[in-house]
Structures are given as C-alpha cells and as structure tokens.
C-alpha cells in the first residue's frame, strides 16, 4: 500500500487522462480516478508497463500467468455453453470471453445494468455491427477457479431474475391483450 499526496491532483489528472468510451461509467465524478495518475495507456508506453512487469515476474512467471488466464476463461466458457440461454459470440482470446444472453440488445443491456448494479462483479459492454454483448475479462493476478465459479453463479442468478421478470411482462402484456379482444 501507499499514499501519494500532492497539492494539485487536478494537473496529474489533465497531464496523465485518456478516456476511451469503454472505459467511461456512472461514477466518474464522485471518486477520483486513479488511472489518471500514471502513465497513460498510450501506445508509447504500452511497451513500458511491459517491461516493468517482465522484471518483475520473469518470462516464466509471465507465460505461466497468460497459460493460467486462458485455461480461466476457456472454464468460463464452458459454464457458458451448458446453459442454453447464453451464446459465446466471439472466439475466446487469451481471457477475454465475449458472450451475451439469448434475446434483444436491450436484454442484454439491462443485464449488464443490472450485474453491475448488484456489485459482486463487474463486467464491460461492447458491440460488433449491431450486436450487443458482455466481456469477461480474466486478468488479475490472484484469479482463481472458485472466482470464475462464482462469477458465474452471479451471471446465473441476476440472468435468472430478469427472464423471469421479463417472461412475466411478456405474460401479462399477453393476458391484457386477449382480455381486450374478447370485447
């Protein structure tokens, strides 16, 4: 842990900001954003962090950590493809798995909402052409199988609610247009 104090965060954060849309949320303005106080994730300095982290864990300790995020996210690939009402939409790369639930943009959206909403994960969107969709990204250092495990039980339970509620609007909408018919 350490604390950097300075007397002017506002010129570190205008000297060190890129704000792609991906990396855009609802909290921007009431908690500071530390990835303003480094280096950018320019292309220049890409290569740097790189290097830092080749030092720090070798090329062993780097291979060894990529094999592990991939074999994560192929694990959460799997947990995807026994439930039918979620698609891969992508080829899993490296630990980036996109997927999406069966059902409209808007579906999927509010998913997403509603995923990150709850707090016990966090997952960003993304869109190919007109398509939608949710990316899980397996990339900290720490990650575990029992973390994709509950990830994924997460996904499941707030996927479970919103088809439920949804299939009940769509129920309801059915009933109160029959009931309108009969007259």
């Not at 950097?4 to 000297?15: G, L, M």
Request: charged share 25%; hydrophobic share 45%.
């Amino acid at each position: 842990m350490f604390v950097f104090r300075v007397r002017n965060r506002q010129s570190i954060i205008e000297a060190f900001t890129v704000d792609p849309v991906y990396l855009k949320h609802n909290s921007q303005e009431t908690m500071p954003e530390f990835r303003h106080w480094q280096i950018p994730l320019g292309r220049r300095f890409r290569s740097l962090k790189l290097w830092f982290v080749m030092r720090l864990h070798g090329i062993k300790g780097l291979q060894e950590h990529i094999r592990n995020q991939i074999a994560l996210a192929q694990e959460f690939k799997a947990f995807l493809l026994q439930d039918k009402r979620f698609e891969v939409v992508a080829p899993v790369t490296m630990g980036l798995v996109c997927f999406r639930v069966q059902g409209s943009n808007e579906l999927n959206k509010c998913l997403l909402e509603r995923l990150n909403e709850d707090g016990r994960i966090h997952l960003v969107p993304s869109q190919i052409h007109s398509m939608y969709f949710l990316r899980m990204a397996v990339c900290a250092a720490n990650t575990e199988s029992s973390d994709i495990a509950f990830a994924w039980n997460v996904i499941q339970e707030v996927a479970t609610q919103l088809l439920a509620e949804t299939d009940n609007e769509v129920n309801h909408e059915r009933a109160h247009n029959d009931g309108e018919a009969d007259f």
